[in-house]
């Protein structure tokens, strides 16, 4: 008799993350110190304009101060980078975010590694990332990768001996999920295999896994046939596929044949719902992170 997984409210979850972060700003603001975050965003790309103004809602309600910087699509990589520079040195912000994707004339890399690494919102830059090899998780993590480690402690899912596959390598979710999901410490110790284009049978690998992480951003990427009964899956993607009977015409799955894989798996994230939400949890507790260390906390 097939199984049906259980959903992952990923909403809730970040919901009880947002909470505890409220609680921590509020400690810090009784010592005078209000924590602040700075967002920029170039042109408007209408999926990133709404992130942004998510992320100044979470904020507003976690009591952190927020401010979004818009600068026009034409910006150059100069303009830009002045603004970090500013913002680098603007007492008011403890985090900085670069909203991606950038214009294309504004380059990725150099926008993040002109942040300085202590106000890092996202834990991109390559100090962060080069700790986070070390071990070190006391600084900014990848938002994403960290949020998809809380989904799996505060589900009971605790990865340690499990097997975890990873479809995706990316340096946004992939390979820093892989690190701390390996790493030597509570809520890790996993053994970690990643799967991306190069890999001839991912599904060799995927139906070998207690845990699956999809970060590939292509639907169906996982199909039912390609996971083990039991099994947790994670989904990361995000993706628009035409839809008819939509207003809209279109609607957003993830990389998981959803319908297929929730009667085969334990627990499974929905697309929207899942991954999302905690992403902008974990930019929260980024930013509170920093303002605790400027105050020496």
């Given at each position: 008799?097939?199984?049906?997984?259980?959903?992952?409210?990923?909403?809730?979850?970040?919901?009880?993350?947002?909470?505890?972060?409220?609680?921590?700003?509020?400690?810090?603001?009784?010592?005078?110190?209000?924590?602040?975050?700075?967002?920029?965003?170039?042109?408007?790309?209408?999926?990133?304009?709404?992130?942004?103004?998510?992320?100044?809602?979470?904020?507003?309600?976690?009591?952190?101060?927020?401010?979004?910087?818009?600068?026009?699509?034409?910006?150059?990589?100069?303009?830009?980078?002045?603004?970090?520079?500013?913002?680098?040195?603007?007492?008011?912000?403890?985090?900085?975010?670069?909203?991606?994707?950038?214009?294309?004339?504004?380059?990725?890399?150099?926008?993040?590694?002109?942040?300085?690494?202590?106000?890092?919102?996202?834990?991109?830059?390559?100090?962060?990332?080069?700790?986070?090899?070390?071990?070190?998780?006391?600084?900014?993590?990848?938002?994403?990768?960290?949020?998809?480690?809380?989904?799996?402690?505060?589900?009971?899912?605790?990865?340690?001996?499990?097997?975890?596959?990873?479809?995706?390598?990316?340096?946004?979710?992939?390979?820093?999920?892989?690190?701390?999901?390996?790493?030597?410490?509570?809520?890790?110790?996993?053994?970690?295999?990643?799967?991306?284009?190069?890999?001839?049978?991912?599904?060799?690998?995927?139906?070998?896994?207690?845990?699956?992480?999809?970060?590939?951003?292509?639907?169906?990427?996982?199909?039912?046939?390609m996971v083990r009964p039991g099994a947790v899956v994670i989904d990361v993607g995000t993706n628009r596929v035409d839809d008819a009977s939509r207003k809209r015409g279109w609607r957003l799955v993830g990389?998981?044949?959803?319908?297929?894989?929730?009667?085969?798996?334990?627990?499974?994230?929905?697309?929207?719902?899942?991954?999302?939400?905690?992403?902008?949890?974990?930019?929260?507790?980024?930013?509170?992170?920093?303002?605790?260390?400027?105050?020496?906390?």
């Open positions: 008799m097939p199984m049906s997984a259980q959903i992952i409210d990923g909403e809730a979850i970040a919901a009880g993350i947002r909470a505890e972060v409220a609680e921590k700003v509020a400690a810090l603001r009784q010592r005078g110190v209000v924590p602040g975050l700075a967002a920029v965003l170039i042109g408007d790309n209408p999926a990133s304009v709404s992130y942004v103004s998510a992320k100044a809602k979470d904020c507003e309600q976690a009591g952190i101060f927020s401010e979004t910087f818009h600068l026009p699509a034409e910006t150059t990589q100069q303009e830009a980078l002045a603004l970090i520079a500013r913002l680098n040195g603007d007492a008011r912000f403890h985090a900085i975010l670069p909203q991606l994707p950038l214009p294309p004339q504004v380059g990725e890399r150099a926008t993040i590694d002109a942040i300085a690494p202590e106000k890092d919102a996202d834990g991109l830059h390559p100090v962060n990332l080069g700790r986070l090899l070390r071990g070190e998780t006391d600084g900014a993590l990848p938002c994403t990768p960290n949020g998809v480690m809380e989904l799996l402690r505060r589900t009971g899912n605790d990865p340690a001996g499990k097997h975890v596959v990873v479809v995706g390598r990316s340096t946004l979710v992939g390979r820093p999920l892989a690190v701390l999901l390996s790493n030597k410490a509570k809520g890790a110790n996993a053994t970690v295999t990643i799967c991306h284009t190069g890999t001839g049978d991912i599904a060799r690998f995927t139906r070998e896994a207690d845990i699956v992480v999809t970060a590939a951003g292509h639907a169906n990427t996982l199909t039912g046939d990389d998981v044949d959803y319908a297929a894989v929730r009667e085969k798996a334990s627990w499974i994230t929905p697309v929207p719902g899942g991954v999302g939400p905690m992403t902008r949890a974990m930019l929260l507790v980024n930013t509170v992170r920093a303002a605790e260390r400027s105050a020496g906390a």
